[in-house]
């Protein structure tokens, strides 16, 4: 099997998941609970090695991966239906696809409100008010709410790599150094 058939596979179950739950909060008008939710299980996933491997080992069988799920939901205080979710998950040896689900639902989530997430890679730190400004200046050319998720990289010197779905802008010192490089490779 092709590891993109893989990855395939595992978005598809994670969009079939994340479409039930979502559908699920929203007729439940429980959106804000579901972000809730979504969030508790991503800084989970984050900081726990011991989750990450319960939902991706296969020696762990559906009970044991329900009752951990079910400690985490209950430790995390996760609405009933992202519970509920969880616990099918288990039973059916589908948690792998947990970070895809969390993904595919903060997607979900923003879209609903009208937003787009932009992820920013700059040289140093921004500051609230530099965030704030940069992301009027994306809403500005995108035409829609932009949340920044921010991550520093040292080694672009200075500047921002921006990337808006498809779109990237790269003002960083780095691409430039890199573009001047290649042109006095031409010219020499």
Not at 12 to 26: Q, S
Not at 33 to 60: H, N, Q, T
Not at 122 to 141: C, N, P, R
């Amino acid at each position: 099997m092709d590891v993109s058939e893989s990855v395939s596979i595992s978005t598809g179950i994670a969009a079939r998941y994340a479409t039930a739950v979502f559908e699920l909060a929203k007729e439940e008008n429980a959106l804000d609970k579901l972000e809730g939710d979504v969030d508790a299980l991503a800084g989970a996933l984050a900081v726990s090695a011991d989750l990450r491997d319960v939902i991706a080992s296969p020696i762990y069988s559906r009970d044991e991966q329900g009752a951990a799920l079910g400690g985490v939901a209950k430790a995390l205080k996760l609405s009933g239906t992202m519970a509920n979710t969880l616990s099918l998950m288990a039973a059916k040896r589908r948690l792998f696809v947990l970070p895809q689900l969390v993904t595919t639902l903060r997607d979900r989530l923003a879209s609903e409100r009208g937003e787009v997430t932009a992820e920013v890679t700059a040289a140093t730190t921004l500051s609230a008010a530099q965030q704030k400004a940069l992301s009027k200046a994306l809403a500005a050319s995108v035409g829609k709410n932009v949340k920044i998720k921010m991550a520093v990289d040292e080694s672009l010197i200075g500047g921002l790599v921006v990337k808006v779905g498809s779109t990237m802008i790269d003002t960083s010192i780095k691409s430039k150094l890199a573009a001047l490089q290649n042109t006095m490779k031409e010219v020499g």
